[in-house]
């Protein structure tokens, strides 16, 4: 038989019993959360003083709620992007260091770098405070590239008079580059006339091979394909690629000489 007074008793004893708080406490402690940061909601307050729900608070001051519901959702916006002098990043006696340091040097480095490595995100700041010696920097940096697009340029064409003419990544490397674009990238109309010297090259190879099969197809005994290869430089697989026909000829009239023996 269940003993309800005893049950009524336990459940009363183990109900939250709520805690009293002196208007002027809360007051303090809301006055307080106003200038927190990061910024709590109203809710996160409230349960940290021990209220359930936010209207307690409200009761309290109503003022100051609205202060920090405000707060909370301005903590969303972006922050202004000015807000007084900046903080300088490099002195300008380091600045100026690094700039005469560069312009000493054969190749100097540029002005951007220059302002990376010592802090900034652009070259802005630098251009400001040193306009006549970044010019300087500038200037000695569009000489050394035209001086060496001049160099590139005579290469190219001294391999323009070469025989065969080299494949154009094997030229960007003597360039000293990795990227066989940087040819086309500069000197456009010099690609388009290496092109067509190792086009017109293969062509002139190619019939030059021909005769040489035709040649080869009225000897006797027949060859093998593998001999016709190596006495013209080629691969067993170039030969069948670039000649299929004359190569079908070469192994069709051996087989018919083996057979024949």
């Not at 709590?40 to 936010?54: D, E, V």
């Not at 197809?217 to 026909?245: D, H, I, K, Y």
Request: net charge positive; glycine share 4%.
């Amino acid at each position: 038989m269940i003993n309800w007074v005893s049950l009524a008793s336990r459940i009363d004893h183990d109900r939250p019993v709520g805690r009293y708080r002196r208007r002027e406490d809360t007051l303090r402690a809301l006055e307080s959360a106003v200038k927190e940061r990061p910024a709590p909601t109203l809710a996160q307050i409230a349960r940290r003083l021990g209220y359930k729900r936010t209207e307690g608070l409200r009761n309290v001051s109503a003022e100051i709620c609205k202060q920090i519901t405000k707060n909370y959702e301005n903590s969303f916006a972006p922050e202004p992007f000015y807000k007084g002098p900046r903080p300088r990043i490099c002195e300008v006696t380091k600045i100026e260091a690094a700039l005469r340091e560069s312009l000493a040097r054969q190749t100097p480095e540029s002005v951007p770098k220059i302002a990376v490595r010592l802090g900034y995100a652009h070259s802005g700041p630098i251009l400001a405070e040193f306009p006549d010696m970044c010019r300087a920097i500038n200037a000695k940096l569009a000489d050394r590239k035209k001086s060496r697009l001049n160099a590139m340029r005579r290469t190219i064409l001294k391999a323009l008079t070469e025989s065969p003419p080299r494949p154009l990544r094997e030229l960007a490397h003597r360039l000293g580059y990795r990227d066989k674009k940087i040819i086309g990238r500069y000197f456009p109309e010099l690609q388009a006339a290496l092109i067509a010297r190792r086009e017109a090259h293969r062509r002139r190879d190619s019939r030059q091979l021909i005769l040489k099969l035709q040649s080869i197809l009225r000897e006797q005994p027949p060859p093998s394909a593998c001999t016709v290869a190596r006495r013209l430089g080629l691969s067993m697989n170039t030969l069948r690629r670039r000649f299929p026909e004359l190569y079908q000829g070469i192994v069709a009239r051996r087989l018919t000489h083996k057979k024949n023996s």
